[in-house]
């Protein structure tokens, strides 16, 4: 009797566990702007993830966000990274991939909870996973390389020089704009102009993960269905590109 007691206990607490998703902060507020898929928050927002854990992510007031951290090869999917159900857990995924203060497995696996925690069902939200795990953004120890000293209106292309000399595969980004300051510069006797330029502009050099076509990652939607595979099955799958 105490066995099949303590049998019906674990269960509960099986089944309590595995419907705890975690939960956000409150509604999402937004503001679209005239850009095709960028929003800007209204407000403070944030997910904490389930079990004992309770991973808390956050998104700032202010934040801008567009989706991009989910592969547009998945859009077909969901119809927009930023539309419906998806919505709060895309913003929370896509400041995770900015911040990058948690691995990239933990934060592909907080996008998962997240979006079964706002109602997304689990065929699509295995096939939303698979999506990031294996074609999204990957980070190790961040690699900063600091740009040269420029002037701001330059620091764009400086950037993009920087990107041409990178091997396929390979993207650096600016992840911190330095800071902005003013001199004078001698244009020719007794006259000067004032110049603004950039110092200590860091940049960071990214592994970009390639892009499966639609027949891969159909094939793999239709055998996530079909199978109904694991998260653990899901990482395992050798993916056609």
Known sequence: MKNLL?????????NAYSADWGKF????????????HDVKLLGDF?????????????????????????????????????????RNAAVIHDVACVNRKRSWQQTHMA?????????VDITTAKTM??????????????????LPRTKSKLI????????????AGKKAILIDEGRTISR?????????????????AVIEVQEQQPQPSKEAFEKMRQEIKEKNLSLSQIEQLPVAR
């Open 129 to 146: 996973y698979a999506a990031v795990y294996h074609f999204g953004p990957r980070w190790a120890e961040p690699t900063h390389i600091l």
């Open 46 to 86: 944030a997910y904490t993830g389930p079990g004992p854990e309770k991973i808390f992510w956050f998104a700032p007031k202010g934040t801008v966000t567009d989706g991009a951290s989910i592969p547009q090869i998945a859009w077909s999917v969901v119809g927009g990274p930023l539309d419906g159900q998806y």
């Open 25 to 36: 902060s409150g509604p999402l507020r937004v503001e679209f702007l005239h850009s095709k």
């Open 6 to 14: 303590a049998i019906i206990i674990l269960a509960l607490t099986t």
């Open 156 to 167: 764009t292309s400086k950037l993009e020089e920087f990107n041409a000399d990178l091997p």
């Open 111 to 119: 996008f998962y909870t997240a979006m079964r925690a706002a109602g």
């Open 184 to 200: 004078n510069v001698s244009t020719g006797f007794l006259k000067s102009e004032q110049v603004d330029e950039v110092v200590g």
